[in-house]
Nanobody, 134 residues
Framework: QVQLEESGGGSVQAGGSLRLSCVAS????????MGWFRQVPGKEREGVAA???????TYAEFAKGRFTVSKDNTKNALYLQMDSLEPEDTGVYYC????????????????????????????WGQGTQVTVSS
């Protein structure tokens, strides 16, 4: 059973930075996507960034240029570096994994095709709160 545990959330002022971490256990797939999602007050859960087993990444428009997703395979960890944070980034951030996922008949990466799609993901962490004050 895959378990995902996030950490690193907290409170910062606008313009500040946070680094979220997600440690995965029971995760041994050869083809997968791991992603970050968020749920801000009054909105549905949305994709932030994703990284697939080939190292390809994808970002939501609001995250481009400010957020960076990365992983450390030796630690089974996924990270989200968030810079230039804005009050609108306040919300609960979730780490997620698709489990085994494979695409056929396409040269596009897993991340670009499926990375920000909520229903692609099978396993979810409990979430970590991020609060950005103005």
């Amino acid at each position: 059973q895959v378990q995902l545990e996030e950490s690193g959330g907290g409170s910062v002022q606008a313009g500040g930075s946070l680094r979220l971490s997600c440690v995965a256990s029971g995760h041994s797939y050869w083809s997968y996507i791991m992603g970050w999602f968020r749920q801000v007050p009054g909105k549905e859960r949305e994709g932030v960034a994703a990284l697939d087993s080939a190292g390809q990444t994808t970002y939501a428009e609001f995250a481009k240029g400010r957020f960076t997703v990365s992983k450390d395979n030796t630690k089974n960890a996924l990270y989200l570096q968030m810079d230039s944070l804005e009050p609108e980034d306040t919300g609960v951030y979730y780490c997620a994994s698709t489990g085994l996922v494979v695409l056929h008949n396409t040269a596009r990466s897993l991340a670009s095709v499926l990375g920000l799609k909520l229903d692609t993901y099978k396993f979810w962490g409990q979430g970590t709160q991020v609060t950005v004050s103005s």
